[in-house]
């Protein structure tokens, strides 16, 4: 027998999930009700209740720097780590400084952490590169990760890495991450547009 697997993106219920209708697949899973798993532990529920209430505070009103600013200040979280891409190093700073203006410690790792060649790191030949016939360092994503959780942060903020290095950040990361800008270098890092598009 092969194990359920939901898909939410098909629901033939109208997502009544959103309206407190429990009888959707997730609450009859195999093994019992799966909904709740996971928020047993007091810091982890007390995480997903302050998130809940900077959604309710804040909803259309805050955007989402300042909403993550208000669940670190309300998890009482002092020192913030911030993973960047090169890209947005002028935001980046901007940020750091802004974390700082409202009382926050903040760490920042660049994604070129290391200066490790693409060659040398990642074995990746010249017409692999971005610009062949360039010197590119690689990105660092687990460097950054690492670098964050030796600082003691206690919440990691991503800003702008690439995709598949934001997930080896997130995989890396020691504590909670939030994505505060998801790359989309097309559609000017929106890329719920490209979400839309009709393949």
Not at 100 to 105: I, N, S, W
Not at 138 to 143: F, L, R, Y
Not at 178 to 198: E, N, S, W
Request: one cysteine or more; glycine letters at 10%; charged letters at 30%.
């Amino acid at each position: 027998m092969s194990p359920w697997v939901p898909d939410c993106a098909a629901c033939r219920r109208d997502h009544g999930c959103v309206d407190g209708d429990d009888g959707c697949d997730v609450s009859r899973a195999p093994g019992g009700r799966t909904a709740l798993a996971g928020y047993e532990d007091p810091e982890t529920r007390r995480f997903a209740r302050e998130a809940a209430r900077v959604e309710a505070e804040g909803y259309r009103r805050w955007d989402r720097a300042r909403e993550t600013m208000e669940l670190a200040r309300r998890m009482g979280y002092r020192r913030l780590g911030l993973a960047y891409c090169i890209s947005l190093a002028p935001e980046a700073e901007a940020f750091a400084r802004r974390l700082q203006a409202e009382g926050f410690e903040v760490v920042t790792v660049l994604c070129k952490t290391g200066a490790v060649t693409k060659e040398d790191g990642l074995g990746l030949a010249d017409e692999d590169k971005v610009y062949p016939g360039t010197v590119e360092t690689m990105c660092n994503p687990i460097a950054q990760a690492r670098l964050l959780a030796a600082a003691g942060v206690e919440l990691n903020i991503v800003a702008g890495l690439c995709v598949g290095h934001d997930a080896l950040f997130i995989a890396n990361a020691s504590g909670p991450v939030t994505v505060l800008v998801a790359k989309d270098r097309v559609h000017d890092h929106q890329p719920v547009i490209g979400m839309r598009q009709d393949l």
